[in-house]
């Protein structure tokens, strides 16, 4: 009898322990498919190479994000609350890291291509900001480099015949190689914010 139990009991284990392990696999199998992914879903390689405009005019390719770490994120100037924050808080964060954070370059990048001409973005960015580098584009080429980066946006009609975009808010930390080296969430504490660029900067 006793053996019986025990052997039950065993099983039991074994079959918890099973259950336990597949579980976490396919945990692992769902967050390597979703990370870092901001929802839309692609073929293209994650962060494709590219050809777009820079805030000057000038073109810039994925090679502006090598040899040095980067902030890369996606808005539009027309963003009331979302955009304007993440380049202050941007500035800030550089600021406070003093000269261990001059190496760190930022990009933005307008998922709204319509309007943000070059000229709108760099009269935009440049009077916010001595650091963060618009860039822009054709609306096809800029669209395929955000869904490179697995970028979410959408066009919001409004009822005055205008409309406003929604998008995803999160800050990718680039390494020296321009590859993803980890996010900054929208909101997200600035120390914490600072310990991912010294991190990055120290890659
Ligand atoms: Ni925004």
Redesign the pocket.
Known sequence: MMNRRFLTIGLGLALAALALSAGLMLRVVLSERSAPSAGVATSVSFGAPFNLVDYNGDPITEAAFEGRPSLLFF??TH?PD??PTTVYEIESWLRDLGPAGEEMQAFFVSVDPERDTVEFLSDYLKPQSDRVIGITGTPEEVWQMARSWRVYWKKIPLEDGDYTMD?F?SIYVLDRAGQFFDKISYGEEAESAKAKIRAALGS
């Open positions: 808005g539009f963003c979302v955009c998008h808010a």
